[in-house]
């Protein structure tokens, strides 16, 4: 049965690249090509081998956080002017440079499925390499997230179209919550306020671990409350492949920590490394931690990769992308709990 929803997933996504097509009243655009995490930058070669490209490579091949070996944020393609054909276009990242004194207005623009859809594009204008390095400079975090968010939504679009239906059901159902996890995902233990789902391989591992912790104060929203009680969870309901072993958080590598709204609501998020205490398994994870303030409680999803060997930052961004598809069944409640705090303040 596992190999048949397997097989069902590729074909469904094989589907979804021929079907996928976005037609906008003028242009029909073909489906983006290339890997997850490649990303082309169209500049010459004399400039990508000078400043410019290496203030590039600095933001968007710098060393992606939260993973137990180097990787880069994205796995950048240089292509020359020249070279930039329709081989390229579809890509599903660009950047396009136009360096020259020529340049008539010069700034940034961003701008989604130029050629290919969905796809991301960002536009940089300069008359010379030190107005460019310096516009680029001023707007690398803008263009950071612009490509990152891409990529998490792509994952999410075909999440949110074909999803295992247990799972999603089970969440609504028993937890008040709803979340979209690819077919193939199965339900490995569930108990009161805790569920734990799971996609194995031979090669790779990917789970989730979803449960609640009762709401008294913002205090919650801290990195030692929420590893502490992350790690009581873990110990008494994650066992690891040894007797007396089991998953904990890795304490020698400092947490990232973050504090934004999901959904409007509250929430925070972390990323780390985990491990199994008394064994040698080991991988990064990402959790998302959310009030939910009609049930006077927070949501927490914690999601790991096990893939021994093998990159893993590809593999973390998809089990990213299936945490934050998670969704309170009462957030309309929610949304209007957090109005009336804001119209008190």
């Not at 880069?72 to 136009?98: C, E």
Request: proline share 4%; hydrophobic share 35%.
């Amino acid at each position: 049965m596992r190999t048949q929803n397997i097989v069902l997933f590729l074909l469904i996504l094989t589907v979804v690249g021929l079907q996928s097509c976005k037609n906008d009243g003028k242009v029909i655009h073909k489906n983006i090509t290339g890997k997850s995490g490649e990303l082309v930058v169209v500049i010459s070669d004399e400039l990508w081998d000078g400043t410019p490209g290496k203030v590039i490579r600095e933001t968007l091949a710098q060393t992606h956080v939260g993973l137990p070996q180097d990787e880069p944020v994205f796995d950048l393609i240089h292509v020359p002017h020249a070279a930039f054909k329709s081989i390229f276009k579809s890509t599903r990242n660009i950047i396009q440079t136009s360096i020259s004194e020529n340049v008539k207005k010069e700034g940034i623009s961003f701008t989604d499925d130029v050629w290919a859809y969905p796809q991301a594009t960002v536009q940089i204008k300069a008359k010379t390499p030190k107005k460019f390095i310096e516009l680029f400079n001023k707007n690398s975090n803008k263009i950071l997230s612009y490509f990152l968010a891409a990529e998490k939504e792509r994952f999410t679009m075909n999440y949110k179209k074909f999803y295992e239906k247990s799972v999603y059901n089970v969440l609504k159902r028993d937890f008040g919550v709803t979340m979209h996890v690819p077919p193939g995902f199965v339900i490995s233990e569930q108990k009161k306020n805790f569920i734990w789902f799971r996609y194995e391989t031979p090669e790779i591992s990917q789970g989730i671990l979803l449960y609640t912790i009762p709401y008294a104060s913002d205090s919650i929203f801290t990195v030692d409350y929420l590893v502490h009680y992350r790690d009581s969870v873990l110990r008494k309901d994650v066992p690891g492949p040894t007797k007396g072993s089991y998953m904990t958080t890795e304490k020698r590598v400092k947490q990232t920590f973050n504090i934004f709204e999901h959904n409007k609501n509250y929430a925070s998020e972390m990323r780390g490394l985990w491990r199994v205490q008394n064994d040698f398994m080991g991988g990064p994870y990402i959790e998302l931690a959310e009030l939910d303030a009609t049930n006077q409680r927070v949501v927490v999803a914690f999601g790991y990769v096990y893939a021994p060997s093998k990159d893993k930052r590809n593999l973390l961004r998809q089990v990213e992308a299936m945490i934050y598809t998670l969704k309170m069944n009462h957030q309309a409640k929610n949304d209007k709990i957090s109005s009336q705090i804001k119209m008190g303040n």
